[in-house]
């Protein structure tokens, strides 16, 4: 009897997976021009490991996997891609913006995102550049690079924004911390330059802006993972690293 409804519902259960893989993960691939071929999967009594190779890239030796529950690996390159098919040379609205990245500080250990700004302002990201990621020597930089900007209906040029985190042990495991002030500056100045009174406006206003939203310490032990994993979700990071553009977090179930 088992055997039987087995055999009737196993098509149907299979064929529902392949679709869900097939619209959730590799359509998402095709979508930052990452073929299927590119993407492998390998298994063990212990283990489920799925693997992408972003095309045109050229990254170092990945650090070393170590026991755990789940572990995340990524190579720099790959959200630099993906930053790029997403907001390459598009024009965002202010608060939307600052809502995304809230949410994702948020999921990172941050607070819980806050209200966004009043002011009226948008951005048009850099095309090739919109947002660069840099992991190394165990900190994580994003650049976010504007190539113009409006604010209160008036239109400023480029202006890039570095946010730096380093990653250090906590009590409880992992956390990152913003050591400096985030950094806003014209692209191209000098040292010792002085930004003009109108470019001085605006990266007031970003500096503040962005220093509310990329809280000062994150604490890892907090990241959040989807809902749907069941006890996965309450994994904890119990070890970090980043250099050579590569970051690695591996988590354990409590």
Do not use: C
């Amino acid at each position: 009897m088992l055997r039987q409804s087995l055999e009737h519902d196993l098509p149907e259960t299979v064929g529902k997976a392949n679709t869900r893989f097939r619209d959730q993960f590799l359509e998402t691939l095709t979508g930052f021009e990452i073929p299927a071929e590119n993407v492998s999967f390998s298994s063990t009594s212990e283990a489920i490991a799925i693997r992408v190779i972003v095309p045109e890239t050229k990254a170092t030796s990945a650090p070393p996997l170590e026991a755990a529950d789940f572990a995340l690996r990524a190579h720099d390159t790959v959200l630099n891609r993906m930053a790029r098919q997403l907001y390459g040379g598009s024009t965002q609205i202010g608060k939307d913006l600052e809502a995304d990245l809230a949410k994702v500080i948020h999921l990172l250990g941050g607070p819980p995102p806050g209200p966004v700004s009043s002011t009226e302002w948008s951005i048009t990201f850099s095309k090739e550049r919109p947002i660069v990621f840099r992991f190394d020597r165990n900190t994580l930089r994003m650049e976010l690079h504007g190539d113009e900007f409006e604010m209160n209906k008036e239109q400023y040029k480029a202006m890039t924004a570095t946010i730096e985190y380093g990653l250090e042990k906590s009590a409880v495991g992992w956390k990152l911390v913003r050591h400096k002030p985030i950094d806003v500056t014209p692209p191209g100045v000098k040292v010792g330059e002085k930004p003009t009174p109108r470019q001085q406006v605006l990266r007031g206003f970003l500096a503040t802006r962005l220093s509310q939203i990329f809280a000062k310490e994150l604490d890892l032990s907090k990241v959040a993972l989807p809902e749907g994993l069941g006890d996965a979700a309450k994994a904890v990071v119990n070890r970090a690293a980043a250099r050579d553009g590569w970051v690695l977090l591996e988590l354990t179930l409590p």
